[in-house]
T-cell receptor, first 115, second 113 residues
Framework: ETGVTQTPRHLVMGMTNKKSLKCEQHLGHNAMYWYKQSAKKPLELMFVYSLEERVENNSVPSRFSPECPNSSHLFLHLHTLQPEDSALYLC??????????????FGPGTRLTVL | DQQVKQNSPSLSVQEGRISILNCDYTNSMFDYFLWYKKYPAEGPTFLISISSIKDKNEDGRFTVFLNKSAKHLSLHIVPSQPGDSAVYFCAARVSYNTDKLIFGTGTRLQVFP
C-alpha cells in the first residue's frame, strides 16, 4: 500500500469514550502532521512531528494526545471529547528535507462525530 | 485572525472556460504558497506552488500568479474540465518555519458541461 492511510475512516464516540486515530505513511517521509477540518473553517494544524519528535503543538486541548512511535506511524488519542470536536481529522506527511519540495501529502481523513 | 483568506466559497464555470480562484493573505512574512485540491472523502492533494521570488508558475493547465504588493495570489485553470470540480485550498508558509502551513477555508469549484 502506498501513500498516507488513516483508520478508521468514520468514528462515532460518546463524550466519555477513549478512542485512537491511526495514520500510516509509506513514503519514507520524516515529518507527520495532524490537522482538524471543521465546517466552514480553515484547515487547522494541530501537531507536527519531525523525526518522531513533537516540534509543534498548536494550542490543542489536552483531551487530544498525539503519539509518534516511529517515522511511519502517528496516532491521535482521544478522551473526554466535546461535541464541538466533531470534525474531519486529517493526517499528512512531508519529506522535511531541504532537497525536496516542501509539500505535504494527506491521508483521506477520519470523520469524527462526538455525541 | 485569518492570515489566509479565500473569500469566494464557491465558483461555477462552464467546461472549456477559464476558472480563476483567488486567495489573499495578510502576513508579509509568507514566502511560499501552495494550492491543494480536495475531492469528497479524500485528503487534499498538492496541485501547484510558487515561491515569493516569482510572480508566475505554470504547470500544464494550471497557472498560479502571485502579486506580493497586493498580497494576493490566484490559480487559473484553463481549459476547465468537469474533473476539476473539487474544493481548492490555498496555503502559505513562512520560510523559517517550514513545517507550518496556514490554509484558507477553500473554494468549491464546479465545472459544468
Amino acid at each position: 500500500e502506498t501513500g498516507v492511510t488513516q483508520t478508521p475512516r468514520h468514528l462515532v464516540m460518546g463524550m466519555t469514550n477513549k478512542k485512537s486515530l491511526k495514520c500510516e505513511q509509506h513514503l519514507g517521509h520524516n515529518a507527520m502532521y495532524w490537522y482538524k477540518q471543521s465546517a466552514k473553517k480553515p484547515l487547522e494544524l494541530m501537531f507536527v512531528y519531525s523525526l518522531e519528535e513533537r516540534v509543534e503543538n498548536n494550542s490543542v486541548p489536552s483531551r487530544f494526545s498525539p503519539e509518534c512511535p516511529n517515522s511511519s506511524h502517528l496516532f491521535l488519542h482521544l478522551h473526554t471529547l466535546q461535541p464541538e470536536d466533531s470534525a474531519l481529522y486529517l493526517c499528512a506527511s512531508s519529506p522535511a528535507s531541504p532537497l525536496e519540495p516542501d509539500t505535504q501529502y494527506f491521508g483521506p481523513g477520519t470523520r469524527l462525530t462526538v455525541l | 485572525d485569518q492570515q489566509v483568506k479565500q473569500n469566494s466559497p464557491s465558483l461555477s464555470v462552464q467546461e472549456g472556460r477559464i476558472s480563476i480562484l483567488n486567495c489573499d493573505y495578510t502576513n508579509s512574512m509568507f514566502d511560499y504558497f501552495l494550492w491543494y485540491k480536495k475531492y469528497p472523502a479524500e485528503g487534499p492533494t498538492f496541485l501547484i506552488s510558487i515561491s515569493s521570488i516569482k510572480d508566475k508558475n505554470e504547470d500544464g493547465r494550471f497557472t498560479v500568479f502571485l502579486n506580493k504588493s497586493a498580497k494576493h495570489l490566484s490559480l487559473h485553470i484553463v481549459p476547465s474540465q468537469p474533473g476539476d470540480s473539487a474544493v481548492y485550498f490555498c496555503a502559505a508558509r513562512v520560510s523559517y518555519n517550514t513545517d507550518k502551513l496556514i490554509f484558507g477555508t477553500g473554494t468549491r469549484l464546479q465545472v459544468f458541461p
